[in-house]
Every structure is written in C-alpha cells, then in structure tokens.
Nanobody, 115 residues
Framework: QVQLVESGGGLVQAGGSLRLSCAASRSIFRLNSMGWYRQVPGKQRELVAT???????NYADSAKGRFTISRDNAKNTVYLQMNSLKPEDTAVYYCNGRLTVFDYWGQGTQVTVSS
C-alpha cells in the first residue's frame, strides 16, 4: 500500500507557473512508475506526464515543452513543474504510483488558471 499526497495547486494567471509535489508514504524507487493525471468535471481523467523508476519520461502532447516531471527518490517525492499555464490547464491534478498491476492515487489538488 502506498499513500500519495499532492500539494502545490492553486490559482494562477495565464502565462504563470506552478510546481506540484507528490509525497509518497514509502520508497518510490520500488514503484515501476509515477505520474500526474488531470480531470475536469464531465471528462475522463487524462495523462499529463509519467516518469519511470529508471528516469524515462512521457508527456501528453498538451504538456510537451511546458511541463516537466521529475523525481527525488531520497525524498520519496515527484514533482510537476508547470510553466506557461493556459486556462485549459484548469483541472484537478492527481498523482499516480504504479506497482505491477496496482495503481495508487492521491486525493488531487486543484489548479485553476485565469485568463
């Protein structure tokens, strides 16, 4: 079992930046991958970015060039640096940890980008 706690969401103007953090209750090195997803009301949760325990990253097209995912294994924390934010980035952002076939989720953090 892994508990994930997100922080860093908030209200920001278009063009601004936010850094989300996801703190895990156990070593993230043992997880196959970690990632960030987002969801708006009435829509499915969608991938934003993932990072494997080997450091390989994957980004949604909407995130490429603006967002950066990183991990600090010593702190059991994953980050999402979001730059050049747009109103369409407004969503609840969820942290995900994957261990074999098991998915663990945080409670989510709201990101609101005003125009």
């Amino acid at each position: 079992q892994v508990q994930l706690v997100e922080s860093g969401g908030g209200l920001v103007q278009a063009g601004g930046s936010l850094r989300l953090s996801c703190a895990a209750s156990r070593s993230i090195f043992r997880l196959n991958s970690m990632g960030w997803y987002r969801q708006v009301p009435g829509k499915q949760r969608e991938l934003v970015a993932t990072i494997t325990n080997g450091g390989s990253t994957n980004y949604a097209d909407s995130a490429k060039g603006r967002f950066t995912i990183s991990r600090d294994n010593a702190k059991n924390t994953v980050y999402l640096q979001m730059n050049s934010l747009k109103p369409e980035d407004t969503a609840v952002y969820y942290c995900n940890g994957r261990l074999t076939v098991f998915d663990y989720w945080g409670q989510g953090t709201q990101v609101t980008v005003s125009s």
